[in-house]
């Protein structure tokens, strides 16, 4: 008659993976530092927070149609067979119903609170990730993770957008940030994760060229990256306390590339995987720390 209790609160548990709420938390955070970089006073501040909680919906709702579109793959990689809609503990309608709420009502937020331009990069960020790359370009090419990194690359552009209601330079260089840093952050999972993603079809580097390839094209975007790191400092959007801290990081990422580049270990993989996620954790927060120094000074 009654459902117990721990059923309802473990579908909460479910839906909520199903937004990928790790991930999107470090987008929020990069879409917070585009709005905090583009702050005209504080008086905007309900607006931004709803703004923000208007992107962290979408983002999530293009999450949740990622696993709804993959489900079938998942079900064939170890470490997405553990997925609500795998196991069957969410279903499919239940899970498009969750979707669309979740990004209309994201869509909803933006266009009332921020702006229209930031509600339209938001929808086509959207598309981007959930339709294209999911849909169209993972199961196509190995550069499925360079085009598509574009949506992801957008979040700070989102934010700034929202504050602004325009883009601009320093908007495009903290798209760069995120767009060059893609590849190598998925790479390195690619490598350790690859006998997953031969199991799926998935034409990831690592399947279609090889490890030794990836290991070199990783290294690559690493020294891609840290010049792309320069841009800020090079246009006056950030000072000297920026540039220390990416110089730091920069240079942990290139020496664990170089290190994954010559001995292959997987475990170097693993490290480089999980230091790119503090790289760009750090690397977003010395811009906002930068800025805050500057305003005290
Ligand atoms: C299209 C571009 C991207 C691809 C293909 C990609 C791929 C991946 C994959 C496969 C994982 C492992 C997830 C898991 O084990 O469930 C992951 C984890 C993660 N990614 Fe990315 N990623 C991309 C973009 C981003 C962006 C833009 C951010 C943030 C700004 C991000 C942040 C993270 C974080 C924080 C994790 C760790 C999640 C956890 O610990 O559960 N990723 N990524
Ligand atoms: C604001 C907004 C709409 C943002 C959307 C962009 C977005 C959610 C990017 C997330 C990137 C991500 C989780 C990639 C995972 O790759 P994958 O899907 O190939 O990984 P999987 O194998 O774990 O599913």
């Known amino acids: 008659m009654f459902k117990p209790i721990y059923a309802s609160s473990l579908r909460l548990a479910d839906l909520w993976a199903l937004g990928k709420p790790r991930v999107v938390a470090l987008i929020v955070f990069c879409a917070a530092v585009g709005a905090a970089m583009a702050w005209p006073d504080l008086r905007a501040l309900p607006d931004v927070l709803a703004s923000l909680l208007g992107i962290a919906l979408v983002a999530m709702g293009a999450a949740a149609v990622n696993c709804l579109v993959e489900r079938n793959r998942d079900a064939e990689m170890r470490r997405t067979q553990g997925r609500p809609l795998v196991r069957g503990t969410v279903t499919v309608t239940d899970a498009a119903l969750y979707a ?6 994201g869509l909803w937020l933006l266009a009332r609170y921020g702006n229209w331009l930031a509600c339209a990069l938001t929808l086509a960020t959207f598309f981007g ?3 294209i790359y999911t849909r169209w370009l993972k199961p196509a090419t190995p550069q499925n993770i360079v085009i598509g990194g574009a949506a992801g690359a957008m979040p700070p552009v989102l934010g700034w957008a929202a504050v602004s209601g ?18 190598p952050h998925f790479w390195a999972l690619a490598l350790y994760r690859q006998l997953d993603y031969e199991k799926a079809g998935l034409p990831m580097l690592p399947v279609t060229h090889g490890a030794a390839f990836t290991r070199q094209t990783i290294l690559l975007y690493a020294v891609m990256l840290a010049a792309v790191c320069v841009l800020p400092f090079v246009i006056g959007m950030s000072g000297w306390l920026y540039m220390a801290i990416a ?24 490290d480089l995987f999980r230091y790119s996620i503090k790289y760009l954790a750090w690397v977003f927060g010395a811009l906002i720390a930068d800025r805050l120094l500057f305003a005290l000074l």
């Open 129 to 131: 990730y959930a339709v």
């Open 247 to 270: 110089t730091w990081f920069n240079a942990g990422f290139i020496l664990r590339s170089i290190r994954l580049y010559r001995t292959g270990d997987e475990a170097i993989a693993r």
């Open 166 to 183: 325009t883009i601009s330079a320093e908007a495009a260089v903290m798209f760069l940030l995120i767009y060059t840093w893609t590849p």
């Open 100 to 105: 669309a709420l979740l990004t209309l009502s």
